[in-house]
């Protein structure tokens, strides 16, 4: 299947945040934890996060999808599946990543599987520190890679990780922390990367009643024997899935507001706005309701984007529209997402007719006349979502394999359908 995306002049649309992916994922395995039963008010049902709701089922978890909820009796603590546990975590790495460090507080082996482009995805990191907590992680394919078999127990202790892969690494561990045997200490010896969706975590588990402590994104302490308990808890709106919504207006002109977006939020893909902002277009927010409008010429920018990874692309995407370059840094862990993002982007921008060059952790693009090409996304809901975006603005692009989006994005198509976009 193709959907084929032509030209359109200055916008007026009003959008809602789809629910937040990074929250949704954390809450669910937050209340599979619990003591008691828990309500997760306004979640993303996506493929990514289903497949976290199928993995903690698989460990003996009750999770009931209900309109507009979820209602999970929690464990508290102790999965009850009982025997040998083989989840196929597809190409979710928060699924594989975050069910890794809780397999441990099951009563037998769990294996963490999923398809070929997850089986590249290293977690070589996780595995040496979860090893030094009390786990036992086998590889059964390729060392440092999935599949892997966990089995042992979280003993916990002091350990050292290294998050310049994922962030998630460490957002692992924390979230099964509370069940260790002791006190669990993180050390991270480099700067993590996509740090923000450690405040993420940080949020989701201390909502739910852990106890942590933290020095920046340098030390963490999870205190053990305090325990998640079950309650009432509303996932804030993506901001993540709204750089989508909001590149529109910068790269169509006019005006593009999202509602349903949590204005104090530590989604680190806030920053986006900051960037549109800085290239030209005004920001307004007012409630729970961000506004962006264009009216005039786009300007290039440097800047790190190493706290907002998901909207490295859509980024990109809105620079080939600008007026001179732009240059984004902090994008070397892109390589390990569900495509090599940056790869895919420069080829795509290039066969576009922009200017591009990579280095190990930056991709600069220079403007220049664009027109449509056909679009592979390589199975990545990121490149399929930024790529439809700049077709908007340039007319003749068609995206392929658009049901892509639904890892994270299901409605995308319906909301700009909805807007006369499409």
Not at 377 to 406: E, N
Request: charged share 20%; proline share 6%; net charge negative.
């Amino acid at each position: 299947m193709i959907v084929s995306i032509s030209r359109i002049g200055p916008v007026d649309a009003v959008f809602e945040a789809p629910p937040s992916k990074s929250y949704t994922h954390r809450a669910l395995v937050a209340a599979a934890l619990a003591s008691g039963r828990s309500r997760i008010v306004a979640p993303l049902r996506a493929a990514d996060t289903e497949l976290t709701a199928q993995g903690l089922e698989h460990l003996g978890v009750p999770i009931e999808w209900l309109p507009g909820e979820i209602v999970i009796t929690g464990c508290g603590g102790a999965f009850p599946a009982p025997g040998e546990v083989m989840i196929d975590c597809q190409n979710s790495g928060t699924t594989l990543r975050l069910l890794a460090s809780v397999a441990l507080l099951a009563r037998h082996p769990v294996v963490l599987t999923g398809n070929a482009r997850m089986l590249e995805r290293p977690v070589g990191p996780l595995a040496d520190a979860l090893r030094h907590l009390g786990g036992e992680i086998v590889f059964t394919g390729r060392h440092g890679f999935p599949p892997i078999r966990v089995l042992g127990r979280l003993r916990g202790g002091k350990a050292q990780i290294d998050g310049s892969i994922s962030s998630q690494f460490i957002s692992s561990i924390l979230m099964a922390a509370p069940y260790a045997d002791e006190d669990v200490e993180l050390t991270l010896p480099a700067p993590p990367a996509s740090r923000s969706y450690l405040d993420v975590t940080a949020d989701v588990m201390l909502r739910f009643g852990a106890r942590l402590e933290r020095r920046g994104y340098e030390w963490f302490r999870v205190k053990s024997g305090v325990a998640y308990r079950g309650r009432d808890y509303r996932i804030e709106g993506d901001y993540s899935s709204a750089s989508y919504l909001f590149a529109i207006a910068a790269v169509c002109g006019g005006r593009v507001t999202v509602t349903g977006l949590n204005p104090a939020s530590v989604q680190g893909d806030r920053r986006f706005l900051d960037a549109l902002e800085a290239m030209g277009c005004l920001v307004t927010a007012t409630g729970d309701a961000v506004t962006v409008e264009r009216t005039g010429d786009l300007e290039g920018i440097e800047i790190d984007m190493s706290s907002s990874p998901d909207t490295v692309q859509t980024l990109a995407a809105v620079a080939a529209t600008a007026g001179s370059p732009t240059t984004i840094t902090g994008i070397a862990h892109l390589q390990y997402k569900e495509s090599d993002r940056v790869g895919v982007t420069a080829e795509t921008l290039r066969r576009m007719g922009a200017g591009i060059a990579v280095t190990d952790d930056s991709l600069t693009i220079t403007p220049a006349p664009l027109h449509g090409v056909l679009v592979d996304p390589h199975d990545d809901h990121r490149t399929a979502m930024a790529f439809a975006v700049l077709g908007l603005a340039v007319g003749s692009v068609a995206i392929r394999d658009p049901g892509c989006v639904k890892k994270s994005f299901p409605g995308f198509w319906e909301a700009l359908y909805g807007e006369g976009l499409l």
